[in-house]
């Protein structure tokens, strides 16, 4: 099945650093979201972005909806030890087939 | 406000034997989903039911089977576990105005 690229796989940051990570997909998406999943518990959404060359922050993090609508960008400002987990891209479309489709995530951690 | 309620958390069953996975939301929410996720994998969906009465197979659905009960309950249920099947489920429900998920905390299974 179709899933989304994530990169990178997995990143070391020294706390305080700022971190970023991107989603790409060969399809189009009409919605873009990011997802946080903490060890040992489901993934939580953090933003949502629904036009192409949207920018959205949710305090630290700031998300853009790629030009192309093909990809999709999360970053985060001075990290925290509380930042450490999986990262997941989302693309939703209901043009033609319905569609959501998660990326394979990027786990990060933070070193204090 | 609980959100989504999976239960049981962990469980370990012996291969062949059945179980079914609980899950519940109080949130009114429409669409119902069941994820797998395994290391390297993401989030693979198995089942979902868009409505109250249907259900529907997603990417990965062989050995499973789901019952949506009612609006708030979708079970899934294991006929006969396989090792293959050792990985950690999570419920979710959508119904927003954002085309957010919201996911259980999980139950994480171990077939021996």
């Known amino acids: 099945g179709q899933q989304l690229n994530q990169s990178p796989q997995s990143m070391f940051i020294q706390e305080g650093e700022d971190v970023s990570m991107n989603c790409t997909s060969s399809?189009?998406?009409?919605?873009w979201l990011w997802y946080k999943q903490d060890p040992g518990e489901g993934p939580v959404l953090l933003i949502a972005l629904y036009k192409a060359g949207e920018l959205t922050s949710n305090g630290r993090l700031t998300a853009q909806f790629g030009i192309t609508r093909k990809d999709s960008f999360l970053n985060i400002s001075a990290s925290i030890p509380s930042d450490v987990g999986i990262y997941f891209c989302a693309g939703f479309t209901t043009s033609g087939t319905y569609k959501y489709i998660f990326g394979t995530g990027t786990r990060l951690k933070v070193l204090a | 406000n609980a959100g989504v309620t999976q239960t049981p958390k962990f469980q370990v069953l012996k291969t062949g034997q059945s179980m079914t996975l609980q899950c519940a939301q109080d949130?009114?929410?429409?669409?119902m989903y069941w994820y797998r996720q395994d290391p390297g994998m993401g989030l693979r969906l198995i089942y979902y039911?868009?409505?109250?009465?249907?259900?529907d197979k997603g990417e990965v659905p062989n050995g499973y089977n789901v019952s949506r009960l009612n609006k708030r309950e979708f079970s899934l249920r294991l006929e006969s576990a396989a090792p293959s099947q050792t990985s950690v489920y999570f419920c979710?429900?959508?119904?927003?105005?954002?085309?957010?998920?919201?996911f259980g905390s999980g139950t994480r299974l171990t077939v021996v």
């Open positions: 979710a429900s959508s119904g927003g105005l954002n085309y957010g998920y919201t």
């Open positions: 399809s189009i998406f009409n919605t």
């Open positions: 039911s868009a409505s109250e009465g249907t259900t």
């Open positions: 949130m009114n929410h429409n669409s």
